[in-house]
């Protein structure tokens, strides 16, 4: 059973005591296509619940990274800035975004796990 929790706006972040680790989705992946380009927050950056934390671009499309849960960012993935093909190769696993340490772990409980996110993805699609 994976440990993944999913957000509306395709992110899915993975809980260590009270890091996260954040990144995008297999799905998001999908839709946007070849990712050329990544920008992430800087490390130390105070971000809020849904506000924007980055930014993809794709052969397609860019489109902005939110951030699920509030926190102080403690790392960034620099190797998925160096070489942005990484995300479509492992989006959910070492082509993570950035980790925070989380403000309200409470935020947690308002993201859907995988069963739901994948309900929620199918449906999107229509």
Same mark, same amino acid.
């Given at each position: 059973?994976?440990?993944?929790?999913?957000?509306?706006?395709?992110?899915?972040?993975?809980?260590?005591?009270?890091?996260?680790?954040?990144?995008?989705? +297999?799905?998001?992946?999908?839709?946007? *296509?070849?990712?050329? /380009?990544?920008?992430?927050?800087? @490390?130390?950056? =105070?971000?809020?619940?849904?506000s924007t934390a980055?930014?993809?671009?794709?052969?397609?499309?860019?489109?902005?990274?939110?951030?699920?849960?509030?926190?102080?960012?403690?790392?960034?993935?620099?190797?998925?800035?160096?070489?942005?093909? +990484?995300?479509?190769?492992?989006?959910? *696993?070492?082509?993570? /975004?950035?980790?925070?340490?989380? @403000?309200?772990? =409470?935020?947690?409980?308002?993201?859907?796990?995988?069963?739901?996110?994948?309900?929620?993805?199918?449906?999107?699609?229509?």
């Amino acid at each position: 059973m994976s440990n993944l929790k999913f957000s509306k706006e395709h992110e899915w972040i993975k809980l260590d005591g009270d890091i996260a680790t954040i990144g995008i989705t +297999k799905h998001a992946t999908e839709m946007l *296509g070849d990712i050329v /380009f990544v920008e992430l927050p800087e @490390k130390g950056s =105070s971000l809020e619940k849904d506000s924007t934390a980055g930014v993809v671009e794709s052969t397609k499309a860019a489109s902005d990274v939110y951030i699920p849960v509030s926190g102080e960012v403690t790392e960034n993935n620099q190797g998925i800035v160096d070489d942005p093909a +990484k995300i479509n190769a492992d989006p959910e *696993g070492a082509a993570w /975004f950035f980790k925070v340490k989380i @403000k309200n772990k =409470s935020e947690i409980d308002g993201l859907m796990n995988k069963e739901e996110y994948e309900k929620f993805a199918k449906e999107s699609n229509k």
